[in-house]
């Protein structure tokens, strides 16, 4: 069975992968801060995934000290240890149909950081480099007690709570739930890829629509607020054709209605 570090346990993200990744592989669940911890002779681990980044990572300019994977990293064997990094669609210019091959143009001080990181990480692992550039993930925490930043769906539940929801029909992203991507992930791993790949359900999906989803069990009283917008330089959703074809699992629009609906009875039953 193979064996994997994973960190993050603050975090929404590593908790969800945690709890599904489990049921196929050996995990060593940890926070960042017991990576110091680990000797390079004890990380006896066939892949390493980081969940957790530091806030000043996502909101200012790149400076190693921000820098969560660099910092795990010198733990780490570049010959005997797979990483895999979780980066951003957000190192794109957002449009639709993005490849792996499209021109990179980070904007923000987050996707620029994001793209530092993947330079460095390629470099120094070379062919035992995995990175995932993936879409916005739905999901809700699971016993997280602190938040370091608020993710699409939390966003949705606290309007929601207040008895209003934002109708917008003119955005759209890329949507991945947190289910599908903890399958995406195993079989990525069991398939042993290497590289890089865009991670999405791959379909043009509007806001208003995953809004409707996840507020199907909403049996509260609530006003609709009319958001829409004619700037559509956001809008965007990646082409996941290279992933798709060597993994070759189910990832269609239903299953993402399907994870949201089940979504919204967690949230509102």
């Known amino acids: 069975m193979k064996r994997i570090l994973l960190i993050g346990k603050r975090g929404f993200l590593g908790n969800h992968l945690n709890q599904y990744l489990r049921k196929n592989f050996q995990i060593k669940f940890i926070s960042f801060r017991e990576i110091s911890n680990?000797?390079?002779?004890?990380?006896?681990?066939?892949?390493?995934?980081?969940?957790?980044?530091?806030?000043?990572?996502?909101?200012?300019?790149?400076?190693?000290?921000?820098?969560?994977?660099?910092?795990?990293?010198?733990?780490?064997?570049?010959?005997?240890?797979?990483?895999?990094?979780?980066?951003?669609?957000?190192?794109?210019?957002s449009k639709e149909n993005i490849r792996e091959t499209d021109k990179l143009n980070p904007l923000t001080n987050y996707s620029k950081n994001k793209l530092i990181t993947e330079n460095f990480l390629k470099n120094k692992f070379k062919k035992n480099i995995l990175i995932l550039r993936i879409?916005?993930?739905?999901?809700?925490?699971?016993?997280?007690?602190?938040?370091?930043?608020?993710?699409?769906?939390?966003?949705?539940?606290?309007?929601?709570?207040?008895?209003?929801?934002?109708?917008?029909?003119?955005?759209?992203?890329?949507?991945?739930?947190?289910?599908?991507?903890?399958?995406?992930?195993?079989?990525?791993?069991?398939?042993?890829?290497?590289?890089?790949y865009n991670v999405s359900v791959g379909r043009k999906i509007y806001l208003n629509q995953i809004i409707t989803w996840l507020n199907k069990y909403n049996k509260k009283r609530f006003k609709i607020i009319n958001h829409s917008s004619t700037n559509k330089t956001q809008n965007f959703y990646l082409n996941n054709n290279k992933l798709m074809s060597k993994i070759k699992i189910k990832n269609s629009l239903l299953e993402l209605k399907k994870d949201c609906l089940d979504l919204s009875k967690k949230l509102f039953n």
């Open 38 to 93: 680990l000797k390079k002779t004890e990380t006896n681990y066939d892949y390493i995934i980081n969940t957790s980044i530091n806030k000043n990572y996502i909101n200012k300019k790149y400076a190693k000290k921000f820098d969560n994977d660099l910092k795990i990293s010198n733990y780490l064997d570049p010959k005997k240890n797979i990483f895999i990094f979780l980066s951003s669609r957000k190192v794109y210019k």
């Open 135 to 196: 879409s916005n993930i739905i999901g809700y925490k699971l016993n997280v007690k602190k938040k370091l930043h608020k993710t699409f769906v939390d966003l949705f539940y606290e309007k929601a709570k207040k008895g209003f929801i934002y109708d917008n029909k003119e955005r759209f992203k890329d949507f991945l739930s947190i289910q599908k991507f903890s399958q995406i992930l195993i079989m990525i791993i069991k398939k042993d890829l290497r590289g890089t």
